[in-house]
């Protein structure tokens, strides 16, 4: 089987700095990709600045025989997101792959949180995809090419005490790729979404101790790398992974029932008679878009 390579391709990768960010850059780096390492270099709270974080897995890729540049924006403004780019087209002349891997923690259970605690969780993390991904897009139409990842959380997928606004954030990443891959997918720009877990400092006090090795932030590499290769045609996904489990998750609906004949009003007791049927999710299907949902109104098809 031939190896697959990104010979050629020019990667941006956010939060490269260190965490599972670094593990991208490098194995991108490794397989031939000419790599833009952003790091704002900013504590686990978002607090902070050093550039260091970027310079270091600049200085490794380089080390081990690969190219790559060093970026500092904050990927949570406008201004950041085009700088970004811009560093991957002005020293590279193009952008094929974006992974908007940055990001932060400010845990509170939601009575308790404060307007800063959601608004920069908010920032980095939805908005900053956002920042980053606009620009990008931008250039990869130029070329029809690109390969795009947003990093979710299971948090925000299922739930995770003490996360409201780092969920929220999340799961809106799901909602920005839903509309996104239909906008763009004529241009061969394909558009997933992960859910990581491992070991980093995010994660280090919420985690016991032997999960170091076993959560290693290498695992979710290969499954990001894949996604983000030229022989990917998946799009609109989602997949979480840890300690080298990898499974796809997804959105579905039930088949549900169609109450009346939409010509005449339905009344809050038929729900409550045919709530069960409604929440059944047994026989369940996916949908490509919002226009999906359409098959199942009866009255509006006949
Ligand atoms: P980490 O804290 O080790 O790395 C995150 C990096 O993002 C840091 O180097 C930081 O300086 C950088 N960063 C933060 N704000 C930035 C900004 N505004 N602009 C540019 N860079 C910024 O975290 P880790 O664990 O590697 O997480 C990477 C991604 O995976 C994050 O989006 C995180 O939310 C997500 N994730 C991680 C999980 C885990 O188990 N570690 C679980 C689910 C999601």
């Not at 833009?36 to 310079?55: F, K, M, Q, T, Y």
């Amino acid at each position: 089987m031939e190896k697959i390579n990104f010979n050629g391709r020019v990667a941006i990768v956010t939060g490269a700095g260190q965490g599972i960010g670094r593990m991208y850059a490098l194995e991108l780096g490794r397989r031939g990709a000419k790599v833009v390492v952003n790091d704002l270099g900013v504590s686990r709270d978002g607090s902070g600045a050093d550039s260091s974080a970027a310079d270091k897995v600049v200085e490794e890729i380089v080390k081990a025989g690969g190219q790559a540049v060093a970026n500092y924006d904050s990927v949570a403004t406008m201004a950041g997101g085009k700088n970004i780019v811009g560093t991957a087209v002005d020293t590279y002349g193009k952008v094929d792959i974006l992974i908007n891997n940055a990001g932060i923690v400010r845990d509170k259970s939601f009575m308790k949180m404060t307007e800063e605690e959601w608004d920069l969780v908010i920032n980095v993390h939805l908005k900053g995809a956002f920042c980053v991904t606009q620009p990008a897009v931008r250039a990869m139409k130029e070329n029809g090419y690109g390969r795009i990842i947003f990093t979710a959380s299971t948090s925000g997928l299922y739930g995770n005490f003490g996360q409201t606004n780092y969920g929220a954030a999340k799961l809106g990443l799901v909602g920005i790729m839903n509309t996104l891959k239909l906008e763009v997918s004529k241009y061969d720009i394909k558009i997933n979404t992960i859910a990581p877990t491992a070991w980093s400092r995010m994660t280090t006090d919420i985690f016991p101790p032997e999960f170091e090795d076993k959560m290693n932030p290498q695992f979710n590499e290969p499954m990001a790398l894949y996604l983000c290769s030229q022989e990917n045609r998946a799009t609109g996904q989602i997949y979480a992974m840890g300690a080298g489990w990898y499974g796809r998750t997804t959105i579905v609906s039930g088949d549900g029932l169609c109450l009346g004949n939409a010509k005449r009003a339905i009344s809050v007791e038929e729900i409550r008679d045919n709530f069960e049927k409604i929440s059944d999710v047994e026989n369940k299907r996916e949908h490509e878009s919002a226009l999906g949902i359409f098959e199942y109104m009866g009255p509006l098809l006949s």
